[in-house]
């Protein structure tokens, strides 16, 4: 089985957390492949930018997922394990990037995103997130 590394970022403006629906109509958080020895946190960033058109910054690490799925492109098995950086953007600006296959994204409440959000370990990353992001703006 192939492992890919990867890293994405659970994006919040205010107590709102930014969602991408993908071209499978899944609602996903933004994330990609960690590529040529890039940082984790940068690559973050960048498909924050990149799926979304979301500037952010990172405020502290979410933690790590892992899932696998049978890839028909490359006709075999692959393991995703992902690194999560919370994140925080500087104002609801974005732009889905329809090209990369994007449907619809935006904004939305914490609860309204965790009942769109298609996978159960996203939502409770988002859950967890949420907790962490709440305390860090506190301090």
Known sequence: MRQRNCAGGVVFAGSKVY????????????????RNGERAGDVAIQRAMHEAGVSAKIVAPAG???????????????????????MQA?????????????????????DEALDKITYSQDRALVNLAFEKYLAFKED
């Open 19 to 34: 969602l991408l629906r993908n071209e499978k109509g899944e609602w996903v958080l933004p994330k990609g492949v960690i």
């Open 64 to 86: 790590e997922t892992c899932y696998e799925f049978f890839s028909s492109s490359r006709r075999a098995p692959i393991s995703n394990r992902i690194d999560w950086f919370i």
């Open 90 to 110: 500087s104002d609801e600006s974005h732009k889905v990037n329809t090209d990369e296959g994007f449907q619809d994204g935006g904004f939305y409440p914490v």
